[in-house]
Structure formats: structure tokens, C-alpha cells
């Protein structure tokens, strides 16, 4: 694999659009690095390792909720807003973290949860205690019940991790009470955006983490949060703005006020939506100029290794951003998604929740060839880029052993979908260790355990070698900092041979004089002419393999 000379100048956008290219590295606390030697992640962890986000060359950090929680789904139920959890620190740690962290270049995104809040919340807890009727319960959706004695459940929505959405309470009595709404577990009630204190709580939420540094957040399932007041069924095919509980109109009033708060302040704070819709015209209307900045892009993620596929993903998206002006915004996988070494090795390489087994076999080594181009594909892209901790590394979806399970979509898939913690496994650092490096040598137990071959897939075992999946990484994001056509210019497809790209290649150029082409297909395909080769996933003599990529300087 061969490289020019990096640039020295940094052409990356400054001051307040920082975001628009930026390269943002997502943080599963509980998985990242353990500072305390108790087997879990924490924030002393990452500030350790603040050095390794810096030289690989990341603009900004994302973390998953680093809340107090009773972790009923991995700290996506949050207690409260305010506190750290103990488990990973004080809100002294996150405050010098952030610091830490703006020191060395890296920004902070937070992440906030306005769908619903965790059953031990306080206002939860009020409510419950309050009774109905009671202003208590007017923040939250509870409901008598259908049939003559309420015993039956308001609607039948299906819940995002599969069953029903509504559990009925108990009186003090021990009689049945109200029932209240959860999209995802019980232990999730259901938030009403209907009610001021609702969206007041969330602005002030917003104030505290920027007044303490965070340069923007993450807003979780945000197509949500509104719900239909009638609660009606959902319709077999629901029009724009017609279903009960996913993208109404009236949440966009919600994201201008909060894009108000963002604004005001000196350094505009940034929002990042996670957006989950099919429609591409609905999902850009939440990156209009007043609302979100940027929202994730999971079409790409979900698509198959298809040259097709992928061309048409990235058409749809930056279609879709550009009548508002948005950047797009790439990623591979995240703490949801079944990792890209895997996925990519499978003969069915696209994702879906809904197809998640046990035992689907992977080809590793082919996943982590097409992984190694995807990696260079998505870097070369026009907006920002996410990395999803690990896959750096290059490291597998890891079985986690039944009985060791957390993640509560297994549990209410009835123990058939394997769940999300096969990617949430704490890295490996180190070769050697009880923990491979993620906590103090002799400390306890990772809270998920670790593959006993990933001692060769660490970092200490990829940092000196020039081939690993590390070091590609390292080499990819610091000559895409230096690059300024990948800041400034869009990209404009490119034929191999005439005006067509084969059915197989995808290939693009971003100015006069950068390109990148992957071959996703089995036969090798020819370089351009005269075009010298700046970075390869694999080795390339003269033609392009299958299953790489490269980025190319072009003749002037």
C-alpha cells in the first residue's frame, strides 16, 4: 500500500461549521476502556486513551448516554439528566474529560433520549405515586384501558424491540390501574411532547451540557416523540404525516426551539438526529436551516456489498441533502449494528433487526477485505464521517454466550434475535492481560467477555504494523484531514471505461484531481491512466483487486 506525502495544510472547515466534514468517533462507555479495574468502562478509561482518539485522527467524540441509569437498555434509560452514573464516574470526570478532550482538537457529543425516560426517573416515579387523573401522569401517556373493566391494551403498536407497548399499573390496593405507553421496554416510559414541562425540561437539558462544553448532541429515535393524542391504530400504509407515533409534523416545532438554544450560543452548538425513515423528502425536512445540522444516514449502513446498492445509497443521499443545504453522513455500524467484518462476510451482507439469528456463519477473512475498502469508500465521501469503536480494529461481531446476555432485545424476541452486545464487547488494547488491556491487569472481569483471539487484533498488536486495519485507519483519516478536495468539493461519478462504471466498481472523483474507485466485484479491475496510487486497502500491481479500494492523486 502506497502513500504520498501528507499535506501540512489543515483545509478542514472552521469555526462553526466544523461538523460539516468532521470525523466523529463513537464511544460506548461501558465497552471503551476501564480506568478502575472494576470491568466496566468508565470515564477515567477514555481520559487515558485520549492520546490514541488524538493520533488516529478524530475530530470529535460521540458518547453514548454516560447517565444515571439503571441500565434496563444500556443506559438509554436515563434517570437523570444531570448525573453521571457511578459506574462511570462523577459529572466532575465528564467535565474534565470534555476539557481534556477540546485540548487535544477533540470535540464532545453528548447524547440525549427525548422518546422517553427510564421507570425510576423521579417525574415516573410521581407520577405512579400521584395516581390518575393526576397533573403527574399528564407528562407521560397513561390510559384507562379498552373494554368494559380496562383490561385490555389501548392499541396494539408493536414495540421497536418487538411485543406490545403498553404495561398496565398497579393500584395501591392491588387492583389493576392505568396503563402507560413504552415504544421500547417497560422500563421506558413513554415521554408526552404535548406537555410544557416536557420540552421545557429538554431545552434546560440542552443548556446544561453546552454551558459545560459539549459542542453538540445526539438526539435518540428523534422521528419519535410525537405521538397522535386520539391513539389511533396505525394505518396498513399511513401517508406522510399520518402515522400515529413516527414523524409527525408537529415535531418539527420541538427541533426549531431546540435549534434556537443551539444558536445561542458563541460557538453554535451542533445537533445530530437519528433518523429513521424510509422517505427520503420527510427525512430532509428535519435538516432544514432551523432545525437539525445533521442526521444520520443508516440507508447506506443497511445495504448490502453491491456495487449497485451502494451507488444508488449514495445518489439517494446526497439527493436528499442537498435541497437543504445539509452534509451527509456515513458511517459503517454503531452499538446497534452486527459489526462490518461480520456482516460483510456473509452471504447475506446487508443488516436488518428483524434477520438477526444465531449461528449465521461469516466468512472473516472476505469480511474483513470488503471492510478494509468500505472503510476507504466512506471516507472518501462527501460530509462527515462516524466510527464506531472497535471496527478500527477491525474486530467481529463476538458470540456472546446465552447466558451471559444483557441486551433486552434478545429477551423479547423470546431469546431468538441474539441482540446488540455482540458489538458491544469491551476492547482489546493490549496482547496480553486479564482483560487484554481494557482494565488494569488482575481487575475484574470485562462485563461482557472478550474473544480469546482478539489479543490479535489489539491495538498493541496492530499499532507497528503497516498493514493492519489500524494502521489503515490512522493513514485514511489523516490524509483525508489533508486533503482539501475532501472538504470542498462534491463528487462527480466516474466512468472506468467510457461512461460507464461496470456493474461491479463504484468510482468517483472529488475535484480535478482525487478519486477513489472499489471494486466489490471477482475479476481485477485496470487503474486510470497515468493515476498514482495514494492509499489501497489491499495490494494493487498495475490493476485493482476485488474486494479493494484505493484513492488516487489523477493526472492535472
Not at 468517533?25 to 470515564?43: C, H, K, M, V
Request: hydrophobic residues 35%.
Amino acid at each position: 500500500m502506497t502513500t504520498t506525502s501528507e499535506p501540512a495544510a489543515d483545509p478542514r472547515p472552521a469555526g462553526p461549521e466544523w461538523w460539516r466534514s468532521a470525523v466523529i468517533y463513537q464511544i460506548y462507555p461501558r465497552s471503551f476502556a476501564d480506568g478502575n479495574g472494576d470491568g466496566t468502562g468508565d470515564l477515567a478509561g477514555v481520559r487515558s486513551r485520549l492520546g490514541y482518539l488524538r493520533d488516529l485522527g478524530v475530530d470529535a467524540i460521540w458518547y453514548t448516554p454516560w447517565y444515571a441509569s439503571p441500565l434496563a437498555d444500556g443506559g438509554y434509560d436515563v434517570r437523570d439528566y444531570r448525573r453521571i452514573d457511578p459506574a462511570f464516574g462523577t459529572l466532575e470526570d465528564a467535565e474534565a474529560l470534555i476539557a481534556e478532550a477540546r485540548e487535544l482538537g477533540i470535540r464532545t457529543i453528548v447524547d440525549v433520549v427525548p422518546n422517553h425516560i427510564s421507570a425510576e426517573h423521579e417525574w415516573f416515579r410521581a407520577a405512579l405515586a400521584a395516581g390518575p387523573g393526576s397533573p403527574e401522569r399528564e407528562r407521560f401517556w397513561f390510559h384507562d384501558g379498552a373494554g368494559p373493566d380496562g383490561a385490555q391494551i389501548p392499541t396494539g403498536w408493536v414495540s421497536s424491540f418487538q411485543g406490545q407497548t403498553w404495561t398496565r399499573t398497579t393500584n395501591p390496593d392491588g387492583t389493576p390501574g392505568q396503563w402507560y405507553l413504552h415504544l421500547f421496554t417497560p422500563e421506558q416510559p413513554d415521554l408526552n411532547w404535548n406537555h410544557p414541562d416536557v420540552r421545557q425540561e429538554h431545552e434546560d437539558v440542552l443548556r446544561f451540557w453546552f454551558d459545560r462544553g459539549a459542542a453538540g448532541i445526539r438526539i435518540d429515535s428523534a422521528a419519535l416523540i410525537v405521538k397522535d393524542p386520539a391513539l389511533p391504530e396505525v394505518p396498513e400504509t399511513p401517508g406522510p404525516g399520518e402515522h400515529p407515533h413516527l414523524d409527525r409534523d408537529e415535531i418539527h416545532d420541538i427541533y426549531r426551539g431546540w435549534r434556537r438554544v443551539a444558536d445561542s450560543y458563541a460557538e453554535p452548538r451542533v445537533l445530530v438526529g437519528e433518523v429513521w425513515l424510509a422517505d427520503h423528502e420527510r427525512f430532509a425536512q428535519y435538516l432544514r436551516p432551523d432545525e437539525m445540522h445533521t442526521a444520520f444516514n443508516f440507508d447506506f449502513m443497511a445495504r448490502p456489498w453491491d456495487a449497485k446498492e451502494l451507488r444508488e445509497s449514495i445518489r439517494m443521499t446526497l439527493e436528499a441533502h442537498a435541497p437543504v443545504g445539509a452534509p451527509a453522513t456515513w458511517v459503517l455500524s454503531n452499538h446497534d449494528v452486527t459489526r462490518p467484518v461480520t456482516r460483510y462476510g456473509r452471504e447475506d451482507s446487508s443488516f436488518d433487526f428483524a434477520a438477526k439469528r444465531f449461528g449465521t456463519p461469516s466468512d472473516l477473512e472476505l469480511g474483513t477485505r470488503r471492510a478494509r475498502a468500505a472503510a476507504l469508500l466512506v471516507a472518501a465521501l462527501p460530509g462527515a464521517l462516524y466510527v464506531y469503536q472497535g471496527d478500527e480494529l477491525g474486530l467481529p461481531e463476538a458470540e456472546v454466550p446465552k447466558e451471559l446476555i444483557q441486551d433486552p432485545m434478545h429477551f423479547r424476541s423470546n431469546g431468538v434475535d441474539p441482540g446488540r452486545d455482540g458489538c458491544r464487547v469491551p476492547l482489546p488494547w493490549t496482547r496480553t492481560g486479564t482483560s487484554l488491556g481494557f482494565g488494569p491487569d488482575g481487575g475484574g472481569a470485562p462485563w461482557l467477555p472478550q474473544p480469546t483471539d482478539w489479543r490479535d487484533r489489539s491495538v498493541e498488536a496492530q499499532a507497528g504494523d503497516p498493514d493492519s486495519m489500524l494502521s489503515l485507519y490512522r493513514r485514511a483519516l489523516h490524509l483525508r484531514r489533508g486533503l482539501p478536495a475532501l472538504h470542498t468539493e462534491e463528487l462527480t461519478w466516474l466512468g472506468l471505461d467510457g461512461d460507464s462504471q461496470g456493474d461491479d466498481v463504484v468510482a468517483f472523483t472529488r475535484g480535478a484531481r482525487f478519486a477513489c474507485v472499489v471494486n466489490l466485484g471477482t475479476a481485477p479491475v485496470p487503474l486510470p491512466a497515468g493515476a498514482t496510487v495514494l492509499l489501497a486497502s489491499g495490494s494493487v500491481d498495475g490493476e485493482i483487486g476485488p474486494d479493494t479500494a484505493v484513492w488516487l492523486d489523477l493526472p492535472s
